[in-house]
């Protein structure tokens, strides 16, 4: 799969450099070339002798390297290669990544590209966790930019926590999805996620603990595969992966007239727990306290049956529909009368009792309901749920007549 591909190989100045050197060697193995370029605080966690001698090129790490600058070296550089591959992608190269800055040969190289770049954060957890790296990586995300990891593990300064560079191969998985045209190449898939809000008056609103992670997580798998992703998203607490067709909304009525302009599809996969209710008699200023102890009187009506809806059109209807199913109790019989009930597809169900920890978490055990019965799949991260829904819709494509225009 990377036989004759050049991936500049681009490291950053933290502990987890150590690492890159076996992700190197496994990238050599597969035949790709590398050209290495280190950050000067690199140079004090592994040496350029150690990068080069696995590498089997020199590793690059001057602005001002005199006999390359006089062929605009940074320049050439910075376009040679099939993927920019950062790692470790330390808080300091994010940020300076997320600013446009250029004062050092990777800074220069990363801004001086058309190159697709793939980065794998590692750093302290809290570190990760400051608000100004999660808003460097979400505007990374929002230019196109690919990330791998972090994984959650021990730190080598002692704490525990998300901020562990991922492991080489996968690593290696991740360049490969980024350089291979995918099994969903030339389909479009549409994608909902995240929850909707309901509001009760200009400030007060009607909502669900979705974050979004899940549905997140299954359109950037898809996306991964070759598909057109159509992402339509409710206001969800996880950012929207990059390279895919972003369309944000609100409420349940905004997230269907969404879904309908987005169509044709290929595929359609209604991972948003969308709002059964809205107030109908939401007021148009924010509702105050008038000291009589009653509270307001509020007025429901349905919402539009989005997974319904689709699932029942005639022409244009999407090639496969899959439904999600959030539930508390009976999964299995709950999730397959709710398939035969929508008319979709199939149906990706779960347990969100609180006890389970899935609804706004990290994992997630579903149960796939299609007309061959229910299939159980253990419990695993959000994004191992992701990729393998990704893979089996792009099996079940595969054959079908594409539907939709590219």
Not at 286 to 292: E, L, N, V
Request: glycine content about 8%; proline content about 6%.
């Amino acid at each position: 799969m990377l036989a004759g591909k050049r991936l500049l190989v681009m490291i950053g100045g933290g502990i987890a450099a150590y690492k890159t050197l076996e992700l190197i060697r496994r990238l050599r193995e597969r035949g790709a070339a590398i050209t290495p370029v280190m950050t000067r605080a690199a140079t004090e966690f592994v040496t350029p002798l150690s990068v080069s001698a696995l590498a089997g090129e020199t590793v690059h790490s001057d602005l001002f390297d005199l006999t390359a600058e006089a062929e605009m070296g940074h320049i050439q550089l910075s376009r040679v290669a099939d993927l920019i591959v950062v790692a470790p992608a330390t808080a300091d190269l994010m940020a300076k990544m997320a600013q446009g800055r250029a004062d050092d040969l990777a800074s220069t190289l990363l801004l001086a590209t058309d190159t697709p770049v793939l980065i794998a954060p590692a750093m302290n957890v809290r570190m990760w966790q400051h608000p100004a790296t999660q808003r460097n990586l979400r505007q990374l995300l929002a230019d196109g930019v690919r990330c791998v990891g972090p994984n959650e593990g021990d730190m080598a300064c002692g704490e525990y926590g998300p901020g562990r560079m991922a492991e080489p191969m996968e690593i290696v998985a991740a360049i490969e999805a980024a350089l291979t045209a995918g099994p969903l190449q030339g389909r479009h898939v549409l994608v909902t996620s995240g929850p909707t809000h309901e509001p009760i008056d200009p400030v007060r609103y009607i909502a669900n603990r979705s974050s979004g992670a899940q549905g997140t997580a299954i359109a950037a798998a898809l996306r991964d595969l070759g598909a057109r992703v159509t992402f339509v998203t409710g206001p969800a607490t996880v950012p929207p992966p990059a390279g895919v067709d972003l369309r944000r909304v609100e409420t349940a009525r905004e997230m269907l007239a969404a879904v309908e302009a987005a169509l044709p599809a290929d595929a359609a996969v209604f991972a948003a727990a969308v709002a059964d209710w809205r107030v109908a008699n939401a007021a148009g200023q924010k509702m105050k306290k008038d000291g009589s102890g009653q509270a307001p009187a509020l007025e429901f009506a349905e919402n539009p049956d989005i997974l319904a809806t689709v699932s029942r059109m005639g022409p244009g209807r999407p090639g496969l529909v899959v439904g999600f199913a959030a539930e508390t109790e009976k999964v299995v019989d709950h999730a397959t009368a709710k398939r035969a009930r929508k008319g979709c597809d199939w149906i990706v169900a779960n347990d969100v009792s609180p006890e389970t920890g899935i609804m706004g978490g990290s994992e997630n055990a579903v149960v796939l309901i299609s007309e061959r019965g229910a299939e159980h799949w253990p419990r695993m991260a959000k994004e191992a749920v992701a990729q393998r829904l990704a893979r089996r819709i792009a099996d079940q494509l595969i054959g079908q007549p594409v539907t939709s225009s590219a």
